[in-house]
T-cell receptor
Framework: SQKIEQNSEALNIQEGKTATLTCNYTNYSPAYLQWYRQDPGRGPVFLLL?????KEKRKERLKVTFDTTLKQSLFHITASQPADSATYLCALDSSNTGKLIFGQGTTLQVKP | GAVVSQHPSRVICKSGTSVKIECRSLDFQATTMFWYRQFPKQSLMLMATSNEGSKATYEQGVEKDKFLINHASLTLSTLTVTSAHPEDSSFYIC??????????FGSGTRLTVV
C-alpha cells in the first residue's frame, strides 16, 4: 500500500542546534516533494519544493534533500530558534494531478 | 506572493444546518482549488478538487451531496457542509497551486457543530 510517513510525533531540541526531520514514502514515484510549516489553528505555509532530479535544495537556514532510491527526504533547520517551533509536513503529488498527499507531520519544539 | 483568503475562520452551527466556507485567490487566478479536512493531531486529508466551471471531483469516501463545492469563477471556490452533524466538526482548509512555488493554503476554517 502507499504510505508517506514522518519520523516521530515530536522532536525537542535546544536552540542553536540543527533539527533534522525525516519523510519516507512507499509505493509512490513523485516528480517532486514539498515541505510545509503549520502553526496551531492555521493553514500550512509552503517552505520548499524539491524535484526528483535535485539532490538538495536550500533556503536560508533550511535545507532539503531528496533520495529517490531510499524514497526519503530529509528536512534540516540549522541554528534553530524558538520561533521555528511548529509542525512540519511533507507532501507529495502522488499522481501528478496536483492532489497533495501529506505525511502526519512532525512537531518541532525548540527550547531556549 | 500568491494569497488565498478563506472565510470564516471559525463557525459554530447547530446540528442540521448548513455552513458555507469561502476561499478566494486574491492576486492570481486559480482554475483548480483543493479542499482538505484536518482532524485534531492528524494530517490533512484531501476531500475534493474544485474545478472552475465544472463539477468537483471527490475523493473516495467523501459524500458529494454532503459537501457541496462550487467554483463559479477563477477566484472563488465555496464548500458548503449541508445538514451538518457533530462528526463534521473539523478544520477545513482550501489551497491552490501556483506553479514551482508549491501550493498556497487558506488560513483554515474551524467548524464546530453543536
Amino acid at each position: 500500500s502507499q504510505k508517506i510517513e514522518q519520523n516521530s510525533e515530536a522532536l525537542n531540541i535546544q536552540e542553536g542546534k540543527t533539527a533534522t526531520l525525516t519523510c519516507n514514502y512507499t509505493n509512490y514515484s513523485p516528480a517532486y516533494l514539498q515541505w510545509y510549516r503549520q502553526d496551531p489553528g492555521r493553514g500550512p505555509v509552503f517552505l520548499l519544493l524539491i524535484r526528483e532530479n535535485e539532490k538538495e535544495k536550500r533556503k536560508e537556514r533550511l535545507k532539503v534533500t531528496f533520495d529517490t532510491t531510499l524514497k526519503q527526504s530529509l528536512f534540516h533547520i540549522t541554528a534553530s530558534q524558538p520561533a521555528d517551533s511548529a509542525t512540519y509536513l511533507c507532501a507529495l503529488d502522488s499522481s501528478n494531478t496536483g492532489k497533495l498527499i501529506f505525511g502526519q507531520g512532525t512537531t518541532l519544539q525548540v527550547k531556549p | 506572493g500568491a494569497v488565498v483568503s478563506q472565510h470564516p475562520s471559525r463557525v459554530i452551527c447547530k446540528s442540521g444546518t448548513s455552513v458555507k466556507i469561502e476561499c478566494r485567490s486574491l492576486d492570481f487566478q486559480a482554475t483548480t482549488m483543493f479542499w482538505y479536512r484536518q482532524f485534531p493531531k492528524q494530517s490533512l486529508m484531501l476531500m475534493a478538487t474544485s474545478n472552475e466551471g465544472s463539477k468537483a471531483t471527490y475523493e473516495q469516501g467523501v459524500e458529494k451531496d454532503k459537501f457541496l463545492i462550487n467554483h463559479a469563477s477563477l477566484t472563488l471556490s465555496t464548500l458548503t457542509v449541508t445538514s451538518a452533524h457533530p462528526e463534521d466538526s473539523s478544520f477545513y482548509i482550501c489551497s491552490a497551486s501556483f506553479g514551482d512555488y508549491g501550493y498556497t493554503f487558506g488560513s483554515g476554517t474551524r467548524l464546530t457543530v453543536v
